[in-house]
């Protein structure tokens, strides 16, 4: 399936590039199997390439997980006054993002230096961070009346650290496929990462490299790790787990720093002695990776009425932060005191959940595509190489 992973040994047809959504992970492949075609469609035999399907799985995980990213944000506002949204906060916090990046190093497995799948990270991911960066730091300086907040590549506020860090996890994919133990060395440099508070703010890099190990994680991960974590057993399993980890959540609102969930700062910088950086990383890591299984236990594989949307998943993820970010600028939480009792607590989460869908549909996409998924076909040079292929469909 994927051919840079192939032995040296054996020689293989090069696969044919493919579009690569806007949130960075290229589609799903329908499979190594060959599929049945419809009666009068043409076939591979005869020349012409099958449709390539996506994985309903995946893409019901990715909208899954961005509803989660939009609750956490909704909630955040709420949990000076609830030990409940704290919980609740601290419990997603612990796998949503993880679980949207190993899905990106899953699928990041067939990632080289190609000319074409470049560009497709250049007008996919560094072509939305630039745009929205900038987009963030102007609404920032008019909506919060901060004039000294400076625009800068380097330093990125708010949503737009993912998008930093995609690019630079997907550019040191061939290393991590190239070297021995992959993970435990990922391991290591996000323990050392935790404990270097001079590491500083460029790039974002403590999230960079805290989170890096879920990244590496995915890029390991082969089919037959999803089918044995949706297995009816493990589904039942994550009952009591989720269970468990709610009550510890809500036992530890308390009593622990929410900060250890981004993986954003040094243990230094938290007010712990450096050993600890390295504890919690480890620590979090297994904690993280049980949620994450369990979470994906629960998803769907078959078509839902939401699969189509994790396509646009990335679009949901930065155009719903200016209205997360409006909230707080605005005073939206102390103008409507219902929104901190239960009652509020629970239609603030609804609206986060209704708004992230509607972002992600397909009429915001297309409004938006030309800044999302560029074609910017004036910006690069021809690879001959898909000029090669180009010329020999038209023979054919």
């Not at 309903?56 to 000076?80: C, Q, S, T």
């Not at 996890?169 to 061939?174: A, D, H, I």
């Not at 989170?211 to 009591?240: D, M, N, Q, T, Y």
Request: aromatic fraction near 14%.
């Amino acid at each position: 399936m994927i051919n840079s992973l192939r032995p040296s040994g054996r020689q293989s047809v090069p696969l044919p590039p493919e579009r690569q959504p806007s949130d960075g992970v290229p589609a799903p492949r329908s499979g190594d199997a060959a599929r049945p075609t419809r009666p009068g469609a043409p076939s591979s035999a005869s020349g012409a390439k099958p449709a390539k399907q996506r994985d309903a799985f995946f893409d019901n995980a990715k909208y899954l997980a961005i509803v989660l990213v939009a609750m956490g944000h909704a909630w955040e506002p709420l949990r000076d006054g609830s030990r409940a949204a704290t919980a609740l906060y601290m419990l997603v916090y612990a796998f949503h993002m993880p679980a949207f990046i190993i899905i990106s190093g899953y699928f990041s497995r067939s990632f080289d230096m190609r000319p074409d799948r470049l560009r497709r990270l250049v007008t996919g991911v560094v072509v939305p961070y630039v745009v929205f960066e900038v987009a963030y730091s102007l609404f920032k300086r008019w909506g919060d009346d901060d004039p000294s907040h400076a625009i800068s590549l380097l330093d990125p506020w708010f949503l737009t650290w993912f998008l930093i860090a995609l690019f630079i996890w997907r550019m040191t994919t061939p290393i991590w496929k190239m070297i021995r133990w992959p993970l435990p060395v990922a391991l290591g440099v996000a323990a050392l990462a935790s404990v270097s508070p001079d590491i500083g703010d460029d790039l974002d890099l403590q999230r960079v490299l805290q989170f890096l190990p879920f990244f590496v994680l995915g890029l390991c991960l082969k089919p037959e790790h999803f089918r044995l974590v949706r297995r009816k057993s493990v589904r039942i399993a994550a009952v009591p787990v989720f269970l468990f980890a709610g009550a510890f959540s809500y036992w530890a609102a308390t009593r622990m720093n929410s900060a250890w969930f981004f993986h954003r700062d040094a243990a230094q910088e938290l007010g712990t002695p450096w050993w600890a950086g390295i504890v919690m990383t480890l620590a979090l890591f297994g904690c993280s990776l049980v949620l994450v299984a369990c979470f994906f236990s629960w998803v769907p594989g078959r078509q839902m009425w939401f699969t189509t949307l994790g396509s646009g998943t990335l679009y949901g993820y930065l155009l719903h932060g200016f209205v997360v970010k409006a909230a707080g600028f605005y005073g939206w939480y102390d103008d409507f005191p219902i929104l901190h009792k239960p009652v509020g607590e629970i239609l603030v989460t609804v609206i986060a959940a209704v708004l992230v869908t509607l972002l992600c549909t397909a009429p915001v996409r297309r409004v938006f595509r030309c800044v999302m998924e560029p074609e910017m076909k004036w910006a690069f040079r021809q690879d001959p190489a898909q000029a090669a292929r180009e010329r020999s469909k038209t023979k054919a």
